[in-house]
């Protein structure tokens, strides 16, 4: 069984498939040889490329065998028996267009590689060549082939985390969205009769729905910019226990109606180098938890200390508590903990994968130790000052 008759089924893993098509069968063999143990690795894309090579001596051979089993790149002498390399060329562009070809001619001249080249022919090799021509020429196209594929690759992962995406935020919009329509028709209709204190009702509701709504799109903006790096940063040294006591009496209303307390630890001043706004984003998200999450008459306690390099911020509550598993998966998007306690809060399912970016930020990170209807405690280690 010669070479050009042979079926790749046993070809390495990450092999790139090589189709020489020729008439001297002095060439395709000195191909094959110099192609044998050439490979080509990238940073960034895994593993090390080898190549596999396939032979042909006729154009009307050539294109049978990719129709059979497409090459990723095709060497193509230009004089060929029967239809010519440039036929062959234009018949794999118009219908195998991410095959990347590579002429091969003994009748060099700018007006041939002209041709080739709009023709579609990604490069230009002439006869004669040493084997390092050939092989640089053929590393040029494997580097070209799968950088294309790598771009499609990650091309196709945006769509989709792009869709999931939309998907999710759809979803989560829907909800509140019909409810605020719903109390508005129902406030338009005067269908629910005359007393002014229903209306009232349906109107808070909205406005509860309403400021969900911003605050998922708030996270969302938060969330982008980080992840974009895109987010304008301030650093300058930040007193953490003066934010977080701010941070704390912007939460008085809502702590005061589930009857909680909030309280900071007493302890001398807490300074790193650090961008006021993400600590405040980071401080509204635990607080805004602990007190959501808590019990009618329980208590939140927030702790700042420093140890060497870094600083810790906890906050505490005595809330409904969480399972292992449940504690798994707090801190990724849009995770919210559903079950009969937390069927009827709001929230958005970004708070604590913000703060968790937020504390990459710093060179930290944020754990939970949480137990079922004892109450949670999250704590995030910051590195004393922020990467500038």
Known sequence: MTTEDRKTTAEPAGALRVLVVDDEAGMRSGVERALRNFSVSLPGINGEHRFVVVHADSGEKALDMIRAERPDILLLDHKLPGISGLEVLEEVVEHNGDILAVMITAYASLQTAITATRRGAFDFLAKPFTPEELRESVRKAARHLLLQRQARKLADERRQVRFQFITVVAHEMKAPLAAVQTYLELIRTR??????????????????????????????????????????????????????????????????????????????????????????????????????????????????????????????????????????????????????????????????????????????????????????????????????
Do not use: W
Not at 221 to 247: F, I, N, S
Not at 332 to 352: D, M, Q, W, Y
């Open 191 to 388: 269908a629910a009769g005359d007393d002014p204190k229903t209306y009232e009702h349906m109107l808070d509701r909205s406005l509860v729905r309403l400021g969900g709504m911003q605050k998922l799109i708030g996270d969302l903006l938060d969330l982008t910019r980080l992840e974009a790096g895109t987010k304008h940063r301030e650093l300058a040294p930040v007193d953490l226990r003066a934010l977080a006591a701010e941070a704390i009496e912007s939460f008085v209303h809502a702590a005061a109606e589930k009857k909680v307390v909030v309280k900071l630890a007493p302890g001398a001043p807490v300074t790193m180098t650090a961008d006021r706004g993400e600590i405040e984003i980071l401080l509204n998200n635990l607080l805004s938890n602990a007190i959501k999450y808590n019990r009618e008459g329980g208590r939140v306690d927030v702790t700042l200390a420093a140890s060497g390099p870094a600083v810790t911020i906890a906050v505490a509550d005595t809330g409904i508590g969480l399972t292992a598993a449940e504690s798994e998966r707090l801190f990724h998007e849009f995770v919210r903990i559903k079950n009969a306690k937390t069927r009827a809060i709001l929230g958005s399912g970004l708070g604590l994968s913000i703060v968790k970016k937020l504390a990459a930020l710093y060179g930290g990170d944020v754990a939970v130790h949480s137990e079922p209807e004892v109450g949670t405690t999250f704590t995030v280690t910051l590195g004393h000052d922020a990467p500038i």
